[in-house]
């Protein structure tokens, strides 16, 4: 371990939407929803240094550090997120969640589903990106930060920034968008397919 890694981590969960469904976008509900998140540094006194990590599409919470004290499992932002980085953990308080549809311990289609007992698979329903940000925003409350110091991520990640600046402007103070667009072109979605 280097002495600017923030170290050993595990996986948490937060579960919320038990007794009344999470209202998808689409029309369609989940119930219960779980969300997997990781957090680095400490929330100060007033809980004004808390910052959220949005991940891209085949990320998770896994950003920094080692999960489980396994040297071989670095998050996939470690170069940013520690001691003395661009998200400097001796100052704040990091967060990184996985978003809702994810294969990565969140609510996604290997999820049990109540209604049959047998994972969602195909019939997990469409997730869009206020979906994804709206669950964050369970997440950060129950966490009890009124407002975040920033929110940061790129490609998809990015979009869940726009997201929280658009929907929810009171409760960022500032967003860093990186690699990321509001909305696809039909060459961006040609390439991607390519």
């Known amino acids: 371990m280097t002495h600017d890694s923030v170290g050993a981590v595990s996986t948490q969960y937060f579960t919320f939407a038990e007794d009344e469904p999470f209202c998808l976008e689409s029309g369609e509900t989940l119930s219960p929803v779980r969300l997997a998140y990781e957090t680095y540094g400490a929330l100060n006194a007033d809980r004004s240094n808390a910052i959220l990590i949005c991940h891209a599409l085949s990320g998770s919470a896994h950003a920094a550090g080692y999960l489980d004290g396994d ?69 950060i409350d129950h966490l009890g930060i009124e407002r975040l110091l920033c929110v940061a991520g790129g490609s998809m990640g990015g979009m869940q920034v726009l997201e929280w600046a658009a929907r929810h402007p009171q409760r960022v103070r500032s967003a860093i968008p990186i690699a990321t667009t509001a909305h696809h072109s039909p060459m961006l979605i040609a390439f991607s397919e390519v």
Do not use: H
Not at 119 to 136: C, E, K, S
């Open 71 to 139: 040297p071989t499992k670095l998050g996939w932002w470690e170069e940013c997120i520690g001691p003395g980085k661009a998200f400097d953990t001796d100052r704040f308080f990091v967060i990184c969640s996985n978003v809702i549809g994810s294969c990565y311990g969140s609510t996604g289609p290997a999820s049990i589903n109540p209604a049959t007992g047998k994972p969602y698979g195909l019939n997990f329903p469409v997730v869009t990106i206020g979906d994804m940000v709206r669950a964050q925003v369970k997440l």
